[in-house]
């Protein structure tokens, strides 16, 4: 059957930014799984500002229509999109990802919802392409909600795939890559912590999965010999969270002679001079670490489980081996007061980090420290899946949980920022350049974005 998967706007929702995005990976991957499973799959990413979608949809004339999307600006587009889609074509509007995932019954609730898959969705798609198509009843598909006569019905829950290695490798050539910012894959899913603030707790369920270090090579070795670039991100929450399997991958690319630049996410926790050796050894020049705050009161309060002379550690460590790193902070958490702030404000700005970015801190659905600002009074929610995208607040103060005002948060917020970034400024440029030396075709995107988007340029720093 014809499936159309569509990315709404991802970044600018009032659609002005020309700033190229990563690539839709969710897509990617349940497309993967459809195309193997003999059906006509599509997608259309509304960031790359191409065609019109209501075209698309008459060119093609879907049997089902997926959208994906988080908590964010992004709602209100895929709000559109569903619109469009139900006044173009007769499909099932079936919706993914973080967001529907966190708040399912809100999400059917919204009329321009017919089914919400929560959680991994590739196995669900699957069946609900079987489904649509024969048009058998929906009631045995785990892992979804949808509506029949009027009435919500809710199914089991999806079991996790317990071999990543069992799913086929990410549609990569559905999509112009050379369009999007970066190569940014994903070769593990979720991770084994607890952070108050962050949706994995509840999404994936503290459980970590990865694929093998062969699978992981195997698509390094395709996107390279196809696209001939040798940057790449892994986007994974915590990609250094299995030691061996880490290990495994650096050395199959310094075996096998893949010459590349990397960058990852990883937890201060997690490094030491050893492993960060051979990371470096193997290509890795920047690590993303989440370091939040520099008030241990904080760092205690948020369940982080790590502490401020542990950052200090890791981060020096990098800056020893010449890894740049790069550290995202949480400001304005619930309790924290102008000293804890000031602390996070002076630790930040002491570290020898490449790269920053401090965002005021949103309660995101699903988390535990999102059920405490509520149940606590400190934030009333959106009760609407339409209240949602339109809730005008993604850190820019306007929602504010802390004991600061919102003014001094973000004034903290800039400089902060632009400490770090004032003083790496030739550093960037120096780094822009030799990636457009090296002839990355993502150079001019990343060059891009690194000077059009502020917001944007984070992703590349
Ligand atoms: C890359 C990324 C971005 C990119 C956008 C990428 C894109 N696709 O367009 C950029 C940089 C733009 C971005 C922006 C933001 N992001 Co972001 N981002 C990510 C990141 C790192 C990876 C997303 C991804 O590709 N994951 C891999 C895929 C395979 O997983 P997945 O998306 O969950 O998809 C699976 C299932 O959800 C499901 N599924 C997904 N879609 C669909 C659709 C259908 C039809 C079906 C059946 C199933 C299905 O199946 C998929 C395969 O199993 C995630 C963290 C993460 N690891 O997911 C954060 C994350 C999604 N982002 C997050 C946030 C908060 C934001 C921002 C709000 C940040 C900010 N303050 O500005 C903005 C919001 C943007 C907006 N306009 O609304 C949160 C979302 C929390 C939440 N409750 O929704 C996450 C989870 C990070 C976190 N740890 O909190 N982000």
Known sequence: MKVLLVQPYNLDYTKTSKVPTPAPFALICLASVLRDNGHDVHIFD????????????????PDMVGITSFTGPMILDALEVAKIAKDTADAPIVWGGVHPSMLPIQTIENPYVDIVAVGEGEQTILDLAYAIERNKPLEGINGILYKENGKIHTNPP?????????????????????????????????????CAFCYNKKFYNCKWRGRSSEKVIEEISYLKSKYKTRWFVFGDDNFTCNRKRLRDICNGLIDEGIDLYWRCESRVDNVNSEILGLMKKAGCHVIYFGVESGSQRILDTIDKRITTTKAIDAINLCSD????????????????????????????????????????????????????????????????????????????????????PSDVLESVRVEIEEGIKNRNIPYYFLYS?????????????????????????????
Not at 48 to 59: P, R, T, V
């Open 433 to 461: 350049m030799r990636r457009l030396f090296d002839g990355d075709f993502t150079s001019i995107n990343a060059f891009k974005s690194l000077f059009e988007d502020p917001g944007v340029g984070d992703e590349d720093r």
């Open 46 to 61: 509304r960031n790359l500002q191409e065609a019109s979608l209501e075209g698309e949809i008459k060119k093609i004339y």
């Open 158 to 194: 999806r079991q996790f795939v317990t071999d990543l290695d069992e799913l086929p490798m990410p549609a990569w050539d559905l999509i112009d890559l050379g369009k999007y910012s970066s190569v940014q894959l994903f070769t593990s899913r979720g991770c084994p912590h607890n």
């Open 321 to 404: 081996l010449e890894i740049a790193s790069s550290a995202a902070f949480l400001i304005g958490l619930p309790t924290e007061t102008e000293e804890d702030l000031m602390l996070t404000k002076r630790f930040a700005l002491n570290l020898p980090l490449w790269g920053i970015t401090v965002k005021i801190y949103v309660p995101y659905p699903g988390t535990d420290l999102y059920d405490y600002c509520v149940s606590s009074g400190l934030y009333n929610p959106p009760q609407s899946l339409e209240e949602w995208g339109r809730a005008s607040s993604w850190g820019d103060a306007s929602i504010n949980v802390s004991d600061v």
